[in-house]
């Protein structure tokens, strides 16, 4: 199993920089930022861009992967994507995970000024966004129009040093998104249903969500790696060692390849304490073999 860790891009590169640092030399296999303009009740506090925050991140690290967790539709045009993401693939060495996704509502879709969609009209937008997305970034040129997304000529050159792309994770809780993740994703993650009660709720439904997962890319004839996000659960995963050795062998059981945690916090979302971080990383090798 492989480990990751969420650092949220809320504090200037000056704090932030160690923090990737340490992410690496823990031994953290992955690390993600949140790919958003704002977020949550967070969204008048700091917050600094996803894609210059990876890019300052390969900077500083060599080994670990790099990814956004997860980019949507809502602000991203895959024309303009598809160059960010061939820059941070390049300066990284090869080291950038696109985390992506349909979008929701909330500060992301509002503050542009554009009106909601609906459940169905985000998929749909989903849709056409990875479509063009994998386009771009598998050809040196792409002319291509849809519904929501138009591109004239638009370049790829000279490619991804990741051929024939960066991987795709993409995130999908519904069979539509589902499908998409089955046909586009090299991996997929989910965060189980949000906002239950118990862990043991939780739990239920991360495998009932990973049971239709499976059955729907055995109808592909793939085989994506699978991640899980343990942080919606009412239980925090790092609120001791107990409890993250608790959840990444849960989802062990339940065959998924990778897990994602998120680095403590003072307060509200995530908050706990970094010793607790410190403590688990010097268990990560045992965690992630037994």
Sequence with gaps: MRIGIVILPDQR????????????EYGFDHAWTYDHLGWRDLVDGPWFDAVPTLTAAAAVTRRIRLGTYVASPNFRHPVHFARESLAVDDISGGRLILGLGAGGIGFDSAVLGNPELTPRERVDRFAEFLELFDTILRNPATSWSGSYYRAVDARSVPG???????????????????????????????????????????????RRIRDRFDETVQQTGRRLDTYLNLDTSPVYSLSSVGAFTDAAGRARELGFTDVITHWPRESSWYAGDEKVLEAVAAELPSIRHS
Excluded: C, H, I
């Design 13 to 24: 590169w000056s704090e932030a920089r160690g923090r990737w640092q340490l992410a690496e």
């Design 160 to 206: 991804p040093v990741q051929q024939p792309r960066p991987p795709f994770v993409v995130a999908a809780n519904g069979p539509r998104a589902m499908r998409l993740a089955a046909k586009y994703g090299d991996g997929w993650v989910t965060t189980g249903d949000a906002y239950l009660d118990t862990a043991d709720e939780w739990w239920a439904s991360v």
